[in-house]
């Protein structure tokens, strides 16, 4: 799940919104999964166009207005209601450190996996 950075290759499946995520885990068995927490309600283009047009502080103000988009966090809840975890675990890669942690807490409080989920700051990849 990511609205922005690709897959690493061919054998994932992109979901670039929460509403996606949650489908393909609903109607897939899906080995891993690796979440980002922030999703755009808007393009990341559009961002640039508008910025350039408008000036950054109108972009910041949209931005703060979208924010009832669904984030990587919905996803973990649904999985900690639905029960539809990935088989073999999760990953959290994310710029949001607060977003990710608090992901990946869920995850293990809620989740059937042994291991910690693994919060990676995007950056890193």
Wanted: glycine share 6%.
């Amino acid at each position: 799940l990511d609205d922005l950075r690709t897959p690493p290759d061919e054998t994932w499946i992109w979901a670039k919104t929460a509403a996606q995520a949650i489908a393909l885990l609903e109607e897939n068995t899906v080995e891993w999964a690796s979440l980002d927490h922030d999703l755009a309600d808007i393009p990341y283009e559009l961002y640039d166009q508008l910025g350039d047009e408008f000036g950054d502080q109108y972009v910041q103000d949209l931005v703060i207005q979208s924010h009832n988009e669904k984030t990587g966090y919905d996803v973990v809840l649904w999985l900690a209601e639905h029960g539809h975890w990935p088989t073999e675990g999760i990953t959290i890669h994310s710029w949001n450190p607060v977003g990710g942690e608090r992901m990946a807490a869920t995850i293990d409080h809620y989740g059937p996996y042994e291991k910690k989920c693994r919060h990676i700051p995007a950056q890193n990849l």
